[in-house]
T-cell receptor, first 111, second 109 residues
Framework: DADVTQTPRNRITKTGKRIMLECSQT?????MYWYRQDPGLGLRLIYY???????NKGEISDGYSVSRQAQAKFSLSLESAIPNQTALYFC??????????FGSGTRLTVV | GEDVEQSLFLSVREGDSSVINCTYT??????LYWYKQEPGAGLQLLTY?????DMKQDQRLTVLLNKKDKHLSLRIADTQTGDSAIYFC?????????FGKGNQVVVIP
């Protein structure tokens, strides 16, 4: 099994729908992150969590929410999806002392 | 990624050396990283350098760090077609990864 698993791998959804992207990790790290990748813009941080009771906004949190259900699980929600949220989303876990591990990504298309 | 700057595109002939540059802003980053993303794939950690080092060599990869100028570079020797990818540098402000916009490297056979 992968260290960081993201589901679904691909998703097409309609404008206005609520959608949840899920992430689970088996690394045993407290810290988890959600990033969004757009062509030419690199990866931008949406939300991050340093432990189960800690949630922090990243640089582009508007339109997104997160839930840290357990140390191993960190989900990202789009309450009302819009087309400019079409992107590749990555979940990661780790920190400077032990490195960062990324999931394979979720490709989301909002039509 | 607005605090980490990278140039966007590099074309190189197979067998030549590639050099990718990056300027970062966070002087407190303990480590600085290079990630590779092949077409349609996720992110792969390529190498990293500890902030108290000036240089790190790992097989065909050489990382140079100039802390005074906050400049990081990655040199790939004997570039192969499998090196065609997007390369991201990243700093770690507050123990979070902050990425540059990426540099696409195209290797011409």
């Amino acid at each position: 099994d992968a260290d960081v698993t993201q589901t679904p791998r691909n998703r097409i959804t309609k404008t206005g729908k609520r959608i949840m992207l899920e992430c689970s990790q088996t690394k045993g790290h407290d810290r988890m992150y959600w990033y969004r990748q757009d062509p030419g813009l690199g990866l931008r941080l949406i939300y991050y969590s340093f432990d189960v009771k800690d949630i922090n906004k990243g640089e582009i949190s508007d339109g997104y929410s997160v839930s840290r259900q357990a140390q191993a699980k960190f989900s990202l929600s789009l309450e009302s999806a819009i087309p400019n949220q079409t992107a590749l989303y990555f979940c990661a876990t780790g920190g400077q002392d032990y490195g960062y591990t990324f999931g394979s990504g979720t490709r989301l298309t909002v039509v | 990624g607005e605090d980490v700057e990278q140039s966007l595109f590099l074309s190189v002939r197979e067998g030549d050396s590639s050099v990718i540059n990056c300027t970062y802003t966070d002087s407190s980053s303990t480590y600085l990283y290079w990630y590779k993303q092949e077409p349609g794939a996720g992110l792969q950690l390529l190498t990293y350098i500890f902030s108290n080092m000036d240089m790190k060599q790992d097989q065909r990869l050489t990382v140079l760090l100039n802390k005074k100028d906050k400049h990081l570079s990655l040199r790939i020797a004997d570039t192969q077609t499998g090196d065609s990818a997007i390369y991201f540098c990243a700093e770690t402000p507050g123990d979070r990864l902050a990425f540059g916009k990426g540099n696409q490297v195209v290797v011409i056979p």
